[in-house]
């Protein structure tokens, strides 16, 4: 380990040394407990404020009381979604999009279960929504509109504030999931029509496990998480102190450096993606071109398993992922791309690439050099293949099976 080739960033990043030495204190001598009276306890205090008004700073809003500290984007959106629910007990109809992140998507099924009615809504070839359908999709019942920034299979941005508009309209709560946008793109929640936004620390080089909600001032929202009174009573439980001092230096490292990040991502992406494209026959990129997060290549490969492609990958100590979900041994193709009409042939052949600050040319070579006689291998591997089905590539070993059974849902 740790000459890993790593192109798996929206699933997790790499920690920044200088986050890791922020944190290093406080998971060792200064351990006090920041709601106690001492000294000991109100300097570590003193320090999540700190962290606040950089993650503030990092998404643009205007005062850090704003900020709520969570265990990551998973609670994040459970608190904003079940929050806002709470608080308008009598209106039972949710807006959402068919290709939310599982932290939404999950939720917004139960929510169902439990008497709600939820529109999802669907998107079209490159994963754009159409926005005549959400502004007919709300009335009087609505509780809620949550929608993600930036898609975390394909990086296609929807366009939030114009969604704003047609929500606010209605004066209706509005969530965004930003846990792909966060560190990537510049936020400007002041200026915004957002009511709530989630981000989480490891997408942008933070500690796992910690994640913060925007809850705009002024927005009626009733705590998820019930006990203490940490959080000025909206996040009970004793701080995840060393998180919160890390995901704060890591918000100040991203502010600082998302314009070089974006222009060097995006040039070493786009580099990936013309040679993939040029070198393997039958390919094509999933998602919007343009309106994408500039790290993110989602790219088919027509007739082969993407899940053997990470395998073969890995070989090269490649990271990569594709958007299916394992269950019970057989393997789901991504309901992003289901939504998105993706021809069959093209499905299972999906492979995410996301990159980060860390990438080299060097890797986007070797990506490109090895990718070709990947593909090629699977196809030989069925003569299906050659005519015209989807082959069912041979795997063998421990190594493969273990490798395509996780389910994968960053
Ligand atoms: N929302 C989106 C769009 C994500 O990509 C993820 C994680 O990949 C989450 C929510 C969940 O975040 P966390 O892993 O911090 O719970």
Redesign the pocket.
């Known amino acids: 380990m740790g000459s890993e080739v790593y192109f798996d960033n929206?699933?997790?990043t790499r920690l920044i040394p200088e986050v890791f030495e922020a944190m290093r204190p406080y998971l060792t001598e200064l351990y006090g407990n920041p709601s106690s009276i001492h000294r000991f306890g109100s300097e570590v205090a003193r320090k999540i404020q700190q962290a606040r008004e950089q993650v503030a700073a990092l998404i643009g809003a205007s005062d850090p009381i704003e900020i709520v500290f969570t265990?990551?984007?998973?609670?994040?959106?459970n608190a904003a979604i079940r929050g806002i629910l709470e608080s308008r007990p009598e209106k039972r109809h949710v807006v959402t999009s068919q290709v939310?992140?599982?932290?939404?998507m999950g939720l917004c099924q139960h929510l169902e279960k439990k008497g709600y009615r939820v529109n999802w809504l669907s998107v079209d070839q490159d994963g754009l929504l159409d926005l005549d359908e959400l502004r007919d999709s709300l009335n009087d019942e609505t509780a809620l509109v949550t929608i993600?920034y930036?898609?975390?299979e394909t990086g296609v941005i929807f366009p939030i504030e114009e969604i704003g508009k047609i929500v606010k309209a209605k004066g209706i709560p509005f969530h965004v999931?930003a846990?792909?946008a966060a560190g990537k793109v510049p936020l400007n929640l002041e200026k915004s029509l957002i009511d709530l936004l989630?981000v989480?620390?490891?997408?942008f080089h933070g500690p796992?496990?910690i994640?913060a909600l925007y809850v705009r001032r002024g927005i009626t929202f009733r705590p998820f998480i019930l006990g203490g009174h940490q959080e000025r009573n909206r996040r009970a439980g004793t701080e995840n102190v060393a998180g919160i001092i890390g995901m704060g230096k890591a918000a100040e490292v991203a502010l600082k450096s998302l314009g070089p990040d974006e222009r060097q991502v995006s040039r070493l992406r786009d580099q990936l993606e013309q040679s993939l494209l040029q070198s393997c026959p039958d390919s094509r990129v999933n998602g919007h071109r343009e309106k994408r997060l500039a790290n993110t290549l989602n790219i088919s490969f027509k007739f082969v398993e993407g899940e053997a492609m990470l395998v073969l990958l890995d070989q090269f100590g490649i990271c990569a992922s594709t958007g299916s979900a394992c269950t019970a041994g057989s393997v789901e193709p991504s309901h992003v791309l289901r939504a998105m009409k993706v021809p069959a042939d093209w499905l299972q052949g999906a492979v995410r690439f996301s990159l980060s600050r860390y990438n080299t040319e060097a890797e986007i070579e070797l990506i490109s050099e090895k990718m070709p006689g990947i593909i090629h291998r699977l196809l030989e591997l069925s003569a299906v293949g050659k005519l015209g089905a989807r082959p069912k590539v041979q795997q063998s070993g421990d190594r493969t099976t273990g490798s395509i059974g996780a389910r994968r849902?960053?």
């Open positions: 929206n699933a997790t265990s990551g984007g998973t609670e994040g959106d939310e992140h599982p932290a939404v993600m930036a898609n975390n999931d846990v792909q989630t989480s620390g490891h997408k796992k496990g994640g849902e960053s």
